[in-house]
């Protein structure tokens, strides 16, 4: 076996490598959430803009509950491989902007004293959707939610997403420190003025005077970020290795596309993302409605159609001459949901999403993007549904992918075989759909379901019809007739 990554010295030429001196270059940013996708996404663009422009701006990432990164990448100095795959090639590329790694379980004091730290100017995120906490009909808090339950009940010692940043914002005012800039990069929607609502719910019900501070002191840019990153695979390392020369533990895989459209509001100052590509613009929202409903929508719904058809990957499910149309068919209908954006070609973005959804080398699971999706589904699925609705568009795309949905959501492949859906709602979906034994039942005991589907859908006779036909041919004759059906009548 190889020697550890753990410095630059030695290796290959073609390997990409900081075009910095790391030890001249102090931390400006902490991240939550130290997954595949901020190593494959954030971190990216901070090395370049160190490469670009330097500054003190490496990074000190947590992860909030695994122990798993910090204990792969501090061994390592915090230098991982990013692997980047698309149909030209296979590129290896050392990162070299992580400083440091905690798992917050292990070791809360580093945690707290980097966020209070007046060094640090940024605070990122990348904890998925579910992460959050948040109520989406109020914009507040969900008491439900096991970090936010347990983080009102103990402030001082926080858990979660949003008990962590409102005590160390309040630490950081008693301190007579400027706040951070709050950054948000998950998929969802005005993803900053999410987060902002979000804390100063939860700011009102711990420390009431930090809610108006919150509001008018801490800038929270909303962003849209992209690159699709699979969850590593056994054989990642191993290509890592052969790549590199080293073994690395850290390793990951990604395509090469990546993309980052930010709201230019960092009043205490940011890096130079704009080096490794990033977009700074006024308002992300049109950015983000296209990047959520024609690439992950579609995505979503490949996923459940995929899964129960058998297909492990995307790559598979894009061999698939049945649902190649559909898939298309999907990403022009959640298009023509979108308001005209000047400069931006829809049709190449949409023609593009499909080849790099068929990269070749990619082991992209439908399962893996089939997780969570009571928490995706709402910004991916219904509301393009919703708009097309009361723009008169046809909603048989978005009626299809729902349809899927649930037929997964009975946890049950076609030959009987049962699965987790690895939803936070899965007890509750399932719980609905217990007993149900035909479409129309299944809907409308989801659609009774708190928070879930817009009452605006659930009130609809035509969208309730429209879901409940399909749902009736994937429940009676399976998947590929439905999927059959849908071609024909598309
Ligand atoms: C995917 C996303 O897992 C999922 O739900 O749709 O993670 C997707 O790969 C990224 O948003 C791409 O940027």
């Known amino acids: 076996m190889s020697p550890r990554l753990t410095d630059l010295r030695g290796l290959p030429e073609d390997v990409q490598v900081p075009g910095y001196d790391r030890t001249t270059h102090g931390t400006g ?32 990432g947590v992860s909030l509950r695994s122990t798993g990164p910090s204990e792969e990448l501090m061994p390592q100095g915090g230098l991982y491989t990013v692997i980047e795959r698309s149909v030209d090639g296979t590129h290896a590329r050392v990162v070299g902007a992580l400083d440091s790694a905690f798992a917050l379980r292990q070791e809360p004091d580093a945690v707290e004293a980097a966020l209070r730290d ?37 402030p001082q010692n926080p858990q979660g997403v949003a008990g962590l940043l409102v005590r160390a914002l309040g630490q950081r005012r008693t301190d007579g420190t400027l706040p951070f800039t709050v950054l948000c990069c998950d998929n969802l929607p005005e993803n900053g003025r999410m987060l ?30 992209d690159r699709i990153t699979p969850a590593r695979g056994p054989a990642t390392l191993d290509l890592a290795e052969r790549l590199i020369g080293r073994r690395d533990e850290a390793a990951i895989e990604a395509e090469a596309f990546r993309q980052w459209i930010i709201e230019d509001d960092f009043p205490a100052g940011r890096p130079a993302w704009d080096a490794g590509g990033a977009i700074f613009v006024e308002d992300v929202r049109p950015y983000e ?35 190649v149309p559909l898939i298309k068919r999907h990403i022009a209908a959640a298009a023509g949901t979108l308001p005209p954006m000047p400069g931006v070609d829809l049709d190449s973005y949409a023609r593009d999403l499909s080849a790099r959804f068929a990269n070749p080398h990619l ?38 992918a729902t349809a899927a949905w649930i037929r997964y959501a009975f ?13 936070p709602r899965e ?63 598309s």
């Open 29 to 60: 940013i902490v991240h939550l959430g130290l997954g595949a996708f901020h190593k494959a996404h954030q971190a990216v663009y901070t090395d370049d803009a160190l490469g670009a422009e330097g500054g003190d701006w490496r990074i000190i």
């Open 118 to 154: 007046p060094a640090t100017k940024i605070v990122s995120l990348t904890v998925t959707e579910k992460g959050y906490g948040i109520d989406r009909a109020t914009g507040g808090v969900d008491r439900r939610h096991p970090a936010i339950a347990a983080d009102l009940a103990d």
């Open 196 to 225: 902002c609502g979000l804390l100063m719910d939860f700011a009102r019900q711990v420390a009431p005077e930090l809610s108006e501070h919150i509001a008018q002191e801490v800038a929270f840019p909303c962003t849209m970020v």
């Open 289 to 323: 409605e296209m990047k959520l409903r024609m690439l992950n929508g579609a995505h979503s719904m490949l996923a459940y159609t995929g899964f129960l058809l058998g297909h492990t990957f995307v790559r598979d499910v894009m061999n698939d001459p049945d649902l």
């Open 363 to 400: 082991e992209h699971a439908t399962y893996q993007i089939a997780m969570d999706g009571s928490e995706k589904l709402p910004q991916r699925v219904w509301a393009p549904a919703c708009d097309a609705r009361q723009k008169g568009l046809p909603l048989d795309a978005f009626a299809f």
């Open 411 to 423: 946890g049950r492949t076609e030959a009987g075989e049962a699965y987790d859906l690895r939803d």
């Open 427 to 489: 007890a509750a979906l399932r719980s609905a759909l217990d007993g149900t034994d035909t479409a129309e039942s299944a809907l409308a005991r989801l659609a009774d379901l708190e928070h879930l589907m817009p009452e605006e859908l659930g009130a609809d006779a035509q969208w309730l019809r429209a879901v409940a036909v399909r749902l009736e041919t994937m429940m009676s004759r399976g998947m590929r007739s439905a999927v059959k059906r849908e071609l024909q009548a």
